[in-house]
């Protein structure tokens, strides 16, 4: 199983959460926040090979933490993915909207002058702008939006721009979420959760709560679990690959 968006520095017990991920031998693509959280977070699974840390600069506090963007380009050569980054369009955000647009634009850049990179993309009413922002900087690497949540219009566009999806059970439980879902190309999904910060059945969801998202995959694609689950390993082998060809 993968998930492809979780915070697992970000759990009450972090060594316990990347132990269990160990455990179960989930694929697990461990984002972070901030530039300074991510050696700590790189050394939980340091040992793990199924596990890749992520370095990010949320757009949430993006107006808190632009200080750490030469932070961000000293730790870049040192990685292949990037995240969690973005763009919010929340009405509580929009009041930073330029710290925002000056960090993700930064950022994009320098994973193109870095050759590309493995992208983890947050895009909370903010799709277009996200999307202007990629079509700007097609060096940047291959975008993954994260629990996309916007127009069937702007799903296409976000298609045609080359970019993956990674979608989790919050997102798979509405209608919405579900019938975009079913127009992604079955080639560039991969699952995810997001945990700590969505629920499942109740509680924080956890990396293996991934599961639910296959179920309600193996639903929308009429195909069983397991040709989900080969689908979406293929998916990542195939992601990984592209990243190795352009380092
Ligand atoms: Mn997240």
Redesign the pocket.
Request: charged share 20%.
């Given at each position: 199983m993968i998930d492809f968006?979780?915070?697992l520095d970000l759990y009450p017990d972090p060594h316990a959460a990347a132990r269990e991920c160990i455990v179960r031998k989930l694929f697990v693509l461990s984002?972070t926040?901030t530039p300074s959280a991510w050696s700590g977070t790189a050394a939980l699974t340091e040992d793990a090979p199924r596990i890749r840390t992520a370095l990010g600069l949320?757009p949430q506090i993006a107006h808190e933490r632009k200080g750490e963007l030469p932070l961000f380009e000293r730790l870049l050569p040192q990685v292949r993915y990037v995240?969690?980054i973005g763009l919010d369009g929340g009405l509580e955000y929009r009041q930073y909207w330029p710290d925002q647009e000056q960090v993700f634009s930064r950022v994009l850049s320098l994973c193109t002058l870095a050759g590309g990179r493995i992208m983890?993309i947050?895009s909370r009413r903010a799709a277009t702008q996200v999307l202007d922002a990629l079509a700007k900087e097609p060096g940047a690497g291959v975008a993954i939006l994260?629990?996309f949540s916007g127009t069937q219009r702007e799903l296409e566009r976000a298609v045609d721009l080359g970019c993956w999806f990674s979608v989790g059970p919050a997102m798979l439980a509405g209608n919405k979420g579900r019938a975009l879902a079913a127009k992604m190309p079955r080639g560039r999904v991969l699952t995810e959760t997001?945990g700590p910060?969505t629920q499942v059945d109740g509680r924080a969801a956890w990396p293996w709560d991934v599961d639910q998202a296959v179920k309600a995959l193996s639903q929308i694609w009429s195909e069983p679990n397991d040709t989900v689950q080969r689908q979406l390993v293929s998916n990542l082998r195939r992601l990984t690959k592209f990243s190795a060809s352009s380092e």
């Amino acid at each position: 199983m993968i998930d492809f968006h979780a915070h697992l520095d970000l759990y009450p017990d972090p060594h316990a959460a990347a132990r269990e991920c160990i455990v179960r031998k989930l694929f697990v693509l461990s984002v972070t926040t901030t530039p300074s959280a991510w050696s700590g977070t790189a050394a939980l699974t340091e040992d793990a090979p199924r596990i890749r840390t992520a370095l990010g600069l949320h757009p949430q506090i993006a107006h808190e933490r632009k200080g750490e963007l030469p932070l961000f380009e000293r730790l870049l050569p040192q990685v292949r993915y990037v995240g969690e980054i973005g763009l919010d369009g929340g009405l509580e955000y929009r009041q930073y909207w330029p710290d925002q647009e000056q960090v993700f634009s930064r950022v994009l850049s320098l994973c193109t002058l870095a050759g590309g990179r493995i992208m983890t993309i947050h895009s909370r009413r903010a799709a277009t702008q996200v999307l202007d922002a990629l079509a700007k900087e097609p060096g940047a690497g291959v975008a993954i939006l994260h629990w996309f949540s916007g127009t069937q219009r702007e799903l296409e566009r976000a298609v045609d721009l080359g970019c993956w999806f990674s979608v989790g059970p919050a997102m798979l439980a509405g209608n919405k979420g579900r019938a975009l879902a079913a127009k992604m190309p079955r080639g560039r999904v991969l699952t995810e959760t997001d945990g700590p910060f969505t629920q499942v059945d109740g509680r924080a969801a956890w990396p293996w709560d991934v599961d639910q998202a296959v179920k309600a995959l193996s639903q929308i694609w009429s195909e069983p679990n397991d040709t989900v689950q080969r689908q979406l390993v293929s998916n990542l082998r195939r992601l990984t690959k592209f990243s190795a060809s352009s380092e």
